[in-house]
């Protein structure tokens, strides 16, 4: 038996005791942090749309790299990890082909190796541990159940094309329910760069890259190809890159950008992408005069 000041006992024989607490308490200790957070991102060095492993990767690579920039994660669902938390047909393993499994050695994670690629015994495994470092920097926020559905674009001050400036947000229960309602406005968040990771084509899949099309930033998608591991992975990192001013894209949602094939259940690609976007997004951060989240020169 244990006992501490507030005269809390932790007894697991029918004597356990909390310290006190009140309703009130409780509200204002989420809703100062929460909305003192939202004050401070309002204005972001780097947002990246989507935590699934190509966003959690840069997310991760980006605050370990840069400690300075205030990295801020917009998450459509209630839990982060998008669809890294099984490998194929639901099954548990995860196959991530080498050179990638040297981030996984990064992340200490334990590995049988294949010898061309490693697996993991559990792809919880490897988005838990990297959800959790991730989240451990503290320049990272993660604001998850939220829903980017708009972006910010201004024209560039350099050659007045148009530059995606930031993200148009809204609670995502809000954002499925436009339809229901008159009017829900939403929030914003201005930052110089933007990283979409929304994955392929599905209910929330593919944002960024749809609404360029709309936008007229994008002639039209180039649609995700059929499977082929061989040509699909190495396509997707090294056309990894800034697709507009402003907006760099990674993960799968650049299929649908670049009309390149999917690979199937092998996340070495989702690896080696994250990481070349963190390296684009500080490229253009470090190339940019930035004033108040904004790019002037
Ligand atoms: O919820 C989505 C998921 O967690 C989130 N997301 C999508 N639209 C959003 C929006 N606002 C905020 N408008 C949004 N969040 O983005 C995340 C995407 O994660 P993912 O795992 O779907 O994509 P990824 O590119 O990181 O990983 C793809 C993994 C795949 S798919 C595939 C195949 O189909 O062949 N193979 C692999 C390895």
């Known amino acids: 038996m244990t006992r501490q000041k507030h005269d809390v006992v932790e007894d697991y024989d029918g004597s356990y005791k909390f310290a006190p607490i009140t309703e009130a308490e409780v509200s204002r200790a989420m809703i100062k942090r929460y909305m003192t957070t939202m ?15 190509a966003g959690l990767t840069c997310a991760y690579t980006l605050a370990s790299l840069r400690p300075d920039l ?6 459509a669902n209630v839990a982060p990890g998008g669809g890294a938390w099984l490998g194929g047909q639901l099954m548990t393993p995860m196959v991530i082909r080498k050179p990638a499994d040297r981030f996984v050695r990064e992340l200490g994670i334990e590995y049988e190796d294949e010898g061309h690629f490693i697996v993991i015994k559990h792809a919880a495994l490897f988005t838990s541990t990297l959800l959790s470092k991730t989240l451990a920097f503290p320049n990272v926020v993660l604001m998850n159940a939220t829903a980017v559905e708009d972006l910010i674009i201004h024209p560039d ?5 148009q530059r995606v400036g930031g993200v148009v947000t809204n609670w ?9 309602q ?13 990283v979409s990771a929304t994955g392929h084509d599905g209910p929330m899949g593919a944002f960024s890259a749809k609404r360029m099309v709309s936008a007229g930033l994008l002639k039209e998608l180039g649609n995700m190809r059929g499977l082929d591991m061989n040509r699909a992975e190495p396509a997707i990192v090294n056309g ?14 650049l299929s649908e950008h670049d009309g390149s094939n999917r690979m199937g259940p092998t996340f070495g690609a989702m690896i080696g992408s994250g990481i070349k976007a963190a390296h684009e997004a ?7 005069e930035i004033v108040a ?5």
């Open 282 to 288: 500080i490229r253009i951060w470090d190339s940019s």
């Open 182 to 194: 008159s009017c829900m406005d939403p929030n914003t968040i201005t930052a110089p760069v933007i």
């Open 157 to 161: 001050a350099k050659s007045q094309n």
């Open 39 to 53: 004050y401070e991102r309002a204005i972001s060095d780097v947002v990246i749309v989507g935590a699934g492993s």
């Open 172 to 180: 995502t229960l809000v954002a499925l329910n436009h339809d229901t």
């Open 70 to 75: 205030k990295i801020t994660i917009i998450e």
């Open 240 to 253: 990894t890159r800034e697709v507009a001013p402003g907006l760099v894209m990674t993960g799968m949602e």
């Open 293 to 297: 989240g904004r790019i002037v020169a």
